[in-house]
């Protein structure tokens, strides 16, 4: 078993007065690395950077859980190759894009990190983007929607391992189109991941014919719901698309339901729904939501395996964010132990060779967009009579194809592609 420790805070880390801490684990004789391959890596060890929001409106989703998923992928590869030292270590970006930018700052240039993961706040996102891309390190993203991260934005060393806004909500916003719902209005989170989602959703709705009549954006944490929702009531359109996540949309379908609006003719649709959302605000209030998600714990054997070590450790079942770290975190580890260097150019050229192959995702591969390319699957809360296991809130719609979900790359924005003529 690995084992881990919680390192001193630094001096830095108390001037921001928030949760960061290391946990460092030990693994035992290498097996797919050489002997003495280990002066091939840094330091002797690859350490890997968890950054997100720890205790905020987006920490149930990822926080404290996605580090609990990279412990359980560095456990797992513990067993297929013993011998390498793995740091962890967890820090609190406190939704704040320069905040999460010095962080990882420090950590490249100072703390000898290698990768960086989850993020999981668009904003946040796009500052660490350029800092990764200027310093050659690897950030593997999860819950970060904005297109822009692979598109306008892109960097080889920024790899998407879970959605961006346009698989979450191309699939869905032509189904429901498709079945007479033609006109949406947008209750959206105000910064980079909501924008770019109602942006993108606009974009999709134009090209089937259907109307958007508006859009309402509130700040990150906004408490009170109750004009954005009148708003929407107000523009009568058949669809109330909420493009926020975290304890933002629990509030507001608490709100919606609280004003009656769900007896109305109109639709609520969560374009982003995570498994703890429906957990926060009851299968009462989110009964009947649709959302798109890549990932859900009770689809197969391996994944309810997963799962159930999972919540011996943390007390709720893994959203997707957190099946997609231990994955990121995993395929990492195995792309560096079969390159033997942490090194970012050789680590990276094996993991656009070498398929990911465990319960997130099989056979999926990084196309040249750096996109981990994988199904994607329409799901709908249950009745609460239909509630049987705790946590197991989904009924599957639909399977939505890898080949489906995913903006062609001849309509990408990423620079590099074009200079490449992809």
């Not at 801490?21 to 290498?30: E, I, N, Q, R, S």
């Not at 905020?56 to 926080?63: C, H, V």
């Not at 997963?306 to 964010?321: G, I």
Request: charge should be neutral; glycine fraction near 8%.
């Amino acid at each position: 078993m690995a084992s881990c420790r919680i390192g001193e805070l630094r001096s830095w880390q108390r001037r921001l007065g928030r949760l960061s801490f290391v946990l460092t684990v030990a693994l035992g004789p290498v097996a797919l690395i050489a002997p003495g391959a280990a002066a091939e890596f840094s330091g002797g060890v690859v350490r890997i950077g968890i950054v997100n929001d720890q205790a905020g409106p987006l920490s149930d989703l990822a926080g404290p859980g996605s580090v609990v998923a990279a412990k359980l992928a560095v456990e797992d590869f513990q067993k297929v190759a013993p011998g390498l030292k793995v740091d962890i270590v967890v820090a609190d970006h406190q939704n704040k894009p320069d905040i999460g930018a010095q962080i990882v700052r420090k950590w490249f240039d100072v703390d000898g990190v290698d990768m960086v993961a989850d993020v999981g706040n668009s904003a946040v996102a796009l500052a660490i983007q350029s800092i990764a891309r200027d310093k050659n390190k690897p950030v593997i993203y999860s819950a970060v929607g904005t297109t822009d991260i692979g598109g306008k934005q892109c960097s080889r060393t920024g790899l998407m391992w879970l959605h961006d806004n346009y698989n979450l909500v191309a699939g869905s916003v032509r189904r429901l189109v498709s079945q007479g719902n033609d006109s949406w209005f947008f209750i959206a989170a105000d910064y980079a991941f909501g924008r770019n989602m109602v942006e993108v959703s606009q974009r999709v709705l134009a090209a089937t014919g259907a109307k958007s009549l508006g859009a309402v954006f509130h700040p990150l944490g906004n408490a009170d719901y109750s004009s954005f929702l009148l708003q929407a009531q107000a523009s009568k359109a058949k669809v109330v698309a909420f493009a926020n996540a975290g304890e933002q949309l629990v509030t507001s379908m608490k709100q919606w339901n609280e004003f009656g609006m769900n007896a109305g003719a109109q639709k609520p649709v969560a374009e982003l729904m995570f498994l703890t959302d429906v957990h926060a605000m009851g299968v009462e209030t989110a009964k009947g939501l649709t959302t798109v998600t890549a990932w859900y714990w009770n689809l197969s054997e391996e994944t309810r395996a997963f799962a159930e070590r999972f919540f011996r450790l943390h007390k709720a079942m893994p959203t997707a964010p957190q099946a997609a770290v231990y994955s990121a975190v995993l395929q990492y580890l195995k792309a560096a132990a079969a390159a033997g260097t942490d090194e970012t150019n050789a680590v990276l050229e094996k993991m656009h060779a070498m398929p990911v192959d465990d319960f997130y995702a099989r056979g999926a591969r990084l196309r040249a967009d750096n996109k981990l390319v994988h199904d994607f699957y329409l799901v709908e809360v249950k009745q609460p009579a239909e509630v049987k296991t705790p946590w197991d809130y989904y009924k599957v719609v639909e399977k939505i194809p890898a080949e489906d979900a995913y903006l062609p790359l001849s309509q990408s924005e990423c620079p590099s592609l074009k200079a490449s003529g992809n």
